[in-house]
């Protein structure tokens, strides 16, 4: 098993950027495909990004695309999302999620991902 433990949300104006940082503890952080989901109030919770174990590959959803940014240091067992250009519409509490799965074409569900942290509140003004 792994324990996800994000930080790094808070409150921004539009335009503005955050660095979301996900600790994770237990075996094998290597060996996980690891996501990020965010869900707003009243919405149904969506799909972020994934990066591969190896951070060989990555995955955006359309909405993020050329403003948020996935990475990960499987030395420091964390995985990390830039977030450039915030917009109102960001708003969310995004969590991170891990799998444990050779590869993360297709991994863009949230049943897909058994492990879960708590989440972390960012917020956009406008």
């Known amino acids: 098993q792994v324990q996800l433990v994000e930080s790094g949300g808070g409150l921004v104006q539009a335009g503005g950027s955050l660095r979301l940082s996900c600790a994770a503890s237990g075996r094998s952080f290597s060996s996980y495909v690891m996501g990020w989901f965010r869900q707003a109030p009243g919405k149904e919770r969506e799909f972020v990004a994934a990066i591969s174990r190896s951070s060989g590959s990555t995955n955006y959803a359309d909405s993020v695309k050329g403003r948020f940014t996935i990475s990960r240091d499987n030395a420091k067992n964390t995985v990390y999302l830039q977030l450039n250009n915030l917009q109102p519409e960001d708003t969310a509490v995004y969590y991170c999620?891990?799998?444990?799965?050779?590869?993360?074409?297709?991994?863009?569900?949230?049943?897909?991902?058994?492990?879960w942290g708590q989440g972390t509140q960012v917020t956009v003004s406008s």
């Open positions: 999620a891990a799998a444990q799965r050779r590869s993360v074409v297709g991994l863009t569900e949230s049943y897909q991902y058994p492990y």
